[in-house]
């Protein structure tokens, strides 16, 4: 009697996971144009990145008249998170690095730093609140998260209170010194920020972070002004694509120098 015929059932061959197509709008950050993309931001960047996520869920909830109405499509939408997740990174890469290097008495100096801003500012808040320039100048003074930025703060904060010395003389929480201690901690910082910032990993870091910054804002400029025309009409809706940061700053302009880092 024959042996059986076995027949052994081939082997479908494992079905190959499909090609992930490279997103077309993925950037090499370092290849984006230095004088456009490699300059400071010119706010505060975890304010933009606050305010831009309060932006992209306005849009995600307005998608359809978005794309309906204007010139947006809604991989432009998909692409603001996805830009504003790379500044995310990138910001809190470069904090980590600083804060890493950072030696104490930059940490030191960055206190004493901000505690003097911030009792002056309030002085002058008070003390000088019928000056309408006064008011100007303080509200142009941003109160960023950076070093560079506290130093700037500091020098210009110093000559406010040189010119109304009589005016906050009666203030108890700044320094006999007023505008010159301002200025001293401005020097002190500056000193070890400059010592600190010359590495290249710490060069490298912040600038990743500043063209990330600068990508995003090209998107967000674009999904602002849909919003403002698609909306047109209805203020509150308006209100909800318009960029607070931006508009009363001196430090908006898109020609600001790019050697006066930041951060």
């Known amino acids: 009697m024959g042996k059986a015929k076995t027949t052994a059932k081939a082997k479908k061959p494992a079905k190959k996971a499909p090609a992930t197509k490279r997103d077309k709008r993925t950037v090499d950050l370092g290849a984006l144009d230095t004088e456009r993309y490699g300059r400071r931001p010119d706010v505060s960047v975890a304010k933009q990145i606050h305010g831009v996520k309060a932006l ?39 904090l980590t690095l600083r804060k890493r290097t950072a030696p104490k008495e930059i940490t030191r100096s960055r206190e004493a730093g901000v505690k003097l801003r911030s009792s002056a500012i309030r002085a002058l808040r008070y003390f000088v609140a019928d000056d309408a320039e006064v008011q100007s100048r303080l509200n142009a003074i941003q109160e960023g998260d950076g070093d560079v930025d506290l130093i700037d703060d500091l020098r210009k904060t110093a000559a406010l209170l040189d010119e109304h010395a009589e005016a906050v003389a009666k203030d108890k929480r700044l320094p006999k010194e007023r505008g010159d201690a301002l200025r001293k901690a401005a020097t002190e910082l500056e000193a070890g920020v400059l010592d600190r910032d010359t590495s290249p990993e710490a060069q490298d870091a912040r600038d990743r972070r500043n ?35 931006r508009r009363s700053s001196p430090r908006s302009a898109p020609d600001a120098a790019p050697d006066e880092e930041k951060k």
Do not use: I, N, P
């Open 56 to 94: 992209a869920a306005h849009a995600k909830k307005h998608a359809a008249a978005l794309v309906d109405g204007s010139k947006l499509e809604r991989a432009d939408l998909a692409e603001l998170e996805a830009r504003l997740a790379l500044l995310d990174k990138s910001e809190t890469e470069w």
């Open 211 to 245: 063209r990330a910054f600068w990508w995003l804002q090209d998107l967000v400029s674009k999904v602002r002004l849909a919003g403002q025309y698609v909306f047109d009409g209805d203020a509150s809706k308006v209100a909800l694509f318009v960029d607070e940061l």
